[in-house]
């Protein structure tokens, strides 16, 4: 069946570095991207988001970029700091499907 | 404006007996949308309801049932609890399709 997935599990970044968190997904017909940042004993926080008609997004320290070719979605945050340390979900919503579909989720430590 | 207020923020039920547990949505929200996330792992949708009706399930057995109120607070009942119920149970309410959700921090219900 079609999904979201991320590529790794987890990934381990120094503070002040640039992260890159990655996705695929297998719905052609998605148009709609979310990306979300979930904390210990807490709900998903909405991060950024992006339509099919842009390929690149901008927010205060994140970046979204997407690739429809190869349906690719990443994330990137500049100059990652320990309270970016969380699990992040890659989300995506079809055109018609009123219900987002979730990847398994990275998990991102930041090294002090 | 308040967010996503869902209550209990724990429960603990014993294995046959019945949970209820209940989300209020963003005022001026209208979707109330239910996901189970089990320890470690991604979310996995679970109910949507929109102004009052069952729009959409996902792969959940009948025991799995809820209802949106006039309100439009939303209530989801699992019934005949079993151990792999265990989980936290997340609501997310939105203006409609176009739109990403906003979460509830979650009721963490443990079934023993």
């Known amino acids: 069946g079609e999904s979201v997935g991320l590529h790794l599990p987890t990934l381990s970044v120094q503070e002040g570095d640039n992260s890159i968190i990655n996705c695929a997904y297998s719905?052609?017909?998605?148009?709609?991207f979310i990306w979300y940042k979930q904390e210990s004993g807490k709900g998903p926080q909405f991060i950024i988001d992006?339509?099919?008609?842009?390929d690149k997004r901008q927010g205060q320290r994140v970046t979204v970029l997407l690739n429809k070719t190869v349906k690719h979605l990443s994330l990137q945050i500049a100059a990652t700091q320990p309270g970016d340390s969380a699990v992040y979900f890659c989300?995506?919503?079809?055109?018609?499907?009123?219900?987002?579909?979730f990847g398994a989720g990275t998990t991102v430590t930041v090294r002090a | 404006e308040a967010g996503v207020t869902q209550s209990p923020t724990h429960l603990i039920k014993t294995r046959g007996q019945q949970a209820t547990l209940r989300c209020s949505p963003i005022?001026?929200?209208?979707?109330v949308y239910w996901y189970q996330q089990a320890l470690g792992l991604g979310l996995q949708f679970l109910l949507w309801?929109?102004?009052?009706?069952?729009?959409n399930r996902g792969n959940f057995p009948p025991r799995f049932s809820g209802r949106q109120f006039p309100n439009y607070s939303s209530e989801l009942n699992v019934n005949a609890l079993e151990l792999e119920d265990s989980a936290l149970y997340l609501c997310?309410?939105?203006?409609?399709?176009?739109?990403?959700?906003?979460f509830g921090s979650g009721t963490r219900l443990t079934v023993v």
């Open positions: 719905n052609s017909a998605s148009d709609y």
């Open positions: 997310a309410s939105s203006r409609g399709q176009i739109y990403g959700y906003t």
């Open positions: 309801y929109d102004e009052g009706e069952e729009r």
């Open positions: 989300a995506e919503n079809g055109l018609g499907d009123y219900k987002l579909s």
């Open positions: 992006i339509r099919s008609n842009m």
């Open positions: 005022s001026g929200h209208t979707s």
